[in-house]
């Protein structure tokens, strides 16, 4: 079956469908991965680049509100005042009032909510009067770590109740009097962090990814609600980033998290020292791919079904009625035609070409059945026919040796003994007149040899010594008729043409399914050429030229040709022959119980 036309065709369409669709699935799958990944990355950065563009040009906008408050006249002078011992208190009060108006009317007109805190070594805060600034997070790492920008936190320090609520991120500078430079304090220019939380919020990738705006140290700079696993990963991301030591603003990569890779964009400010970091899964980026992807196996599992149902009904239509020749043609193949055209398909009539191949083979069929049942009907009355013409060849021949022994014995004046001859020759004579079968028994193959033993016994008396073995088993079986008779004449003539005693040997034996004749003499034996001939003849088939055989050849070349028109290729004979010592020959043929 696994060779067979149905599952070739079955194997063709999955396989033609398989391959397209899969490499399909897989190019478009990859290809459009890589085109996503690309247009992300790309669509990411610019959203970044877009955001730390406004967060500069904010910063920056916070930076010159901070100069500008530090070196406008209204602040110098509160200075001044402030620093000068002989200043008198009114002088310091109206100072202090122009600079809080002034500072008052700089918030109230900008539009982003940026409010101002002063804080001065002579008077503290300028909303608060006091020294408690000192003692903040911000103003111990200004001090120690000049760290100007500060992280989200609450300012105590505001002109109204409604400021102090909010959380400010704020940008922190020395405060200075230009004439001497001498710094005796602080301005903290603080501005609302929901300016750039909001702002950053806004950034997403995926489903659930999200930015967060740090510090180098890893702190958060707007006080963004981070889970667990984000702060891990963005920290790792961080670390990456910081390792690297290199010189880009900005990029991406991958990170592995639990298992899972997710992709971290950043970029970096140097001025304020913060990293813009988002992180996302990677398989959210490629949801919408992945879902393709699946839909497109699906359709091609779904295909491949369809090719099989296809390959199913044409096998129906293709090779069924193929398969059903092809055992038709084994049963022609070993001559059962009648198995054979039982097999034969049935097929729609109509012009398809697997309807006329079947029918135009039914019709050879049936006339091969025909010429093959005639010519055998014809080679069976040849072969018929050979084999009487063989044995009418054999009985002229016979007879008339067995009449001239008969007569010698009449002329010897031995008529004591031509009644017991001329009863062997009357048994022999009804036995070979016996045409009623072709078979016979051994045990009466063997008395009609005994019978013409008897005869040329009484010729040649003590000329010839004739030993016969026969087994018991052997004795029923059936053989051709007169295959001995002619081998056993031969061996008598031929061994009394030497000289001496004749002496014969015959045998029969049964051997492994196999009856086996033998009979030997010590005549004048055959010469190897024509040993060889005979052999090269019976072995290629050849038609055994028995009309025109001659002397000691005539009678083994009949027995030759019988055993083969009756026992083919289960027929073999073995020949030992000695020039001047004799020959044996020995011949097997299939033991044939009835």
């Not at 992945?290 to 369809?306: F, K, W, Y």
Request: aromatic residues 10%; charged residues 25%.
């Amino acid at each position: 079956m696994l060779f067979s036309l149905r599952s070739r065709l079955m194997f063709a369409f999955s396989l033609l469908l398989i391959i397209p669709f899969t490499a399909l699935v897989f190019l478009f799958s990859e290809e459009s991965s890589q085109v996503i990944r690309t247009s992300i990355e790309t669509s990411t950065s610019q959203t970044i680049e877009q955001f730390g563009s406004h967060l500069t040009t904010f910063l920056q906008q916070v930076e010159e509100v901070g100069n500008q408050v530090m070196s406008n006249s209204v602040t110098q002078a509160w200075l001044t005042t402030g620093m000068n011992p002989d200043s008198s208190m009114e002088d310091r009060l109206v100072t202090k009032q122009r600079q809080v108006d002034y500072i008052s009317s700089y918030s109230i007109n900008n539009s982003n909510g940026i409010s101002i805190g002063i804080f001065s070594d002579f008077s503290g805060g300028i909303w608060t009067q006091d020294r408690t600034y000192v003692k903040q997070l911000w103003y111990e790492q200004f001090i120690e770590e000049d760290e100007r920008w500060t992280s989200a936190h609450y300012e105590p320090d505001q002109a109204d109740e409604l400021m102090k609520v909010r959380q400010v991120n704020s940008y922190v500078l020395p405060l200075v009097q230009l004439q001497s430079f001498t710094r005796i304090g602080v301005i903290k220019v603080n501005y609302p962090t929901a300016t750039l939380h909001d702002s950053l919020d806004k950034i997403r990738f995926g489903e659930t990814g999200r930015a967060f705006l740090l510090k180098s140290d890893g702190s958060n700079v707007l006080n963004q609600q981070v889970t667990n696993a984000e702060l891990s990963i963005i920290n790792n991301g961080l670390k990456e980033i910081q390792e690297r030591k290199n010189d880009k603003m900005d990029g991406f990569f991958s990170v592995l998290h639990s298992g899972e890779t997710y992709l971290l964009f950043y970029r970096y400010f140097p001025i304020q020292d913060w990293y813009v970091i988002g992180a996302v899964p990677e398989k959210e980026l490629f949801v919408k791919i992945d879902t393709i992807r699946r839909t497109m196996l699906v359709v091609s599992t779904v295909l491949v079904g369809v090719a099989m149902l296809v390959a199913l009904w044409l096998s129906y239509g293709i090779s069924r009625p193929l398969t059903a020749m092809a055992r038709a043609m084994k049963h022609v193949e070993r001559g059962e035609f009648a198995g054979a055209l039982a097999m034969m398909p049935k097929v729609r009539t109509g012009h398809s070409e697997v309807g006329y191949v079947t029918r135009i083979f039914e019709s050879m069929t049936n006339r091969l059945r025909y010429l093959i049942e005639t010519e055998f009907e014809t080679n069976l009355r040849r072969k018929n026919a050979e084999y009487k013409a063989l044995l009418l060849q054999i009985n002229p021949h016979f007879f008339n040796n067995t009449l001239e022994i008969i007569g010698g014995l009449a002329a010897m004046k031995r008529n004591d003994v031509v009644i017991d001859a001329t009863e062997a020759l009357g048994q022999m004579m009804r036995y070979s007149l016996n045409l009623n079968s072709d078979l016979v028994k051994v045990r009466e193959e063997v008395n009609y040899i005994r019978d013409y033993l008897f005869i040329l016994k009484l010729r040649y008396e003590d000329q010839l010594e004739v030993t016969t073995e026969e087994e018991e088993l052997a004795k029923e079986l059936l053989i051709a008729k007169f295959l001995l008779q002619p081998i056993v004449e031969n061996a008598v003539k031929y061994s009394l043409e030497k000289g001496g005693v004749a002496k014969i040997n015959i045998s029969v034996q049964l051997l492994e399914e196999q009856l086996i004749l033998r009979v030997a003499d010590n005549g004048i034996g055959m010469k190897p050429e024509f040993v060889t001939d005979l052999m090269t003849e019976l072995n290629s088939n050849m038609s055994i030229d028995i009309l025109s055989s001659e002397g000691q050849s005539i009678g083994l070349r009949n027995v030759l040709s019988r055993c083969r028109i009756y026992y083919g290729e289960k027929f073999h004979i073995k020949i030992d022959s000695r020039l001047g010592e004799g020959t044996e020959i020995v011949l097997g043929i299939p033991a044939v119980k009835g």
